[in-house]
T-cell receptor
Framework: EDKVVQSPLSLVVHEGDTVTLNCSYE??????LLWYKQEKKAPTFLFMLTSSGIEKKSGRLSSILDKKELFSILNITATQTGDSAIYLCAVEPYNTDKLIFGTGTRLQVFP | GAVVSQHPSRVICKSGTSVKIECRSL??????MFWYRQFPKQSLMLMATSNEGSKATYEQGVEKDKFLINHASLTLSTLTVTSAHPEDSSFYIC?????????????FGPGTRLTVT
């Protein structure tokens, strides 16, 4: 059965800290891995990763995929209170447009 | 960017009644739309995949007679929760895959919070 597991489930840090969120997966016919940020409503797209070892970066956020070890990490440097959210990892297999979501990591950043 | 709307954003209904939730892609056509359910502090659970002009494909454990999905056009899918019960109270989110998109990027609606009393 396809599954996506994120860790930690919850993380509390202070502003300025750097955090690393983990996502591991077991999926038949992997096509891509996506990261989303969810605040109060629907998830907003952050990154899509398809190739191993190539870092995607957007401001203080970056992500990388390791297809051999079947995981991805999302890094956030110099965290701000606005980074407080649930971060969702999802995997898309080939031959389907479905996304398999992980459990999510709830990040709380305090001033 | 691509925008997906949902209506209503919040609804309260009595047990035993039916509720319809609409999902619209505002500036693109979507041959495929997805319906998710999210319980508090939990991740998104895919309920069904809705394809324009054909029957929806439901995930295991989702009752198709209870959660009726209609994808009548390339910009609209509806989810009807029939004979709602308090345990159906949840956050329902739709997403849409733009026509011709080869990979990955579903656009999510803002969600509908359903409370059944």
């Amino acid at each position: 059965e396809d599954k996506v597991v994120q860790s930690p489930l919850s993380l509390v840090v202070h502003e300025g800290d750097t955090v690393t969120l983990n996502c591991s997966y077991e999926v038949t016919n992997f096509r891509s891995l996506l990261w989303y940020k969810q605040e109060k409503k629907a998830p907003t797209f952050l990154f899509m990763l398809t190739s191993s070892g190539i870092e995607k970066k957007s401001g203080r956020l970056s992500s990388i995929l390791d297809k051999k070890e079947l995981f991805s990490i999302l890094n956030i440097t110099a965290t701000q209170t606005g980074d407080s959210a649930i971060y969702l990892c999802a995997v898309e297999p080939y031959n389907t447009d479905k996304l398999i979501f992980g459990t999510g990591t709830r990040l709380q950043v305090f001033p | 960017g691509a925008v997906v709307s949902q209506h209503p954003s919040r609804v309260i209904c009595k047990s035993g009644t039916s509720v319809k939730i609409e999902c619209r892609s505002l500036d693109f056509q979507a041959t495929t739309m997805f319906w998710y359910r999210q319980f508090p502090k939990q991740s998104l659970m895919l309920m069904a995949t809705s394809n324009e002009g054909s029957k929806a494909t439901y995930e295991q454990g989702v009752e198709k007679d209870k959660f009726l999905i209609n994808h009548a056009s390339l910009t609209l899918s509806t989810l009807t929760v029939t004979s709602a019960h308090p345990e159906d109270s949840s956050f329902y989110i739709c997403s849409a895959l733009p026509k011709g998109t080869g990979q990955g990027e579903q656009y999510f609606g803002p969600g509908t919070r359903l409370t059944v009393t």
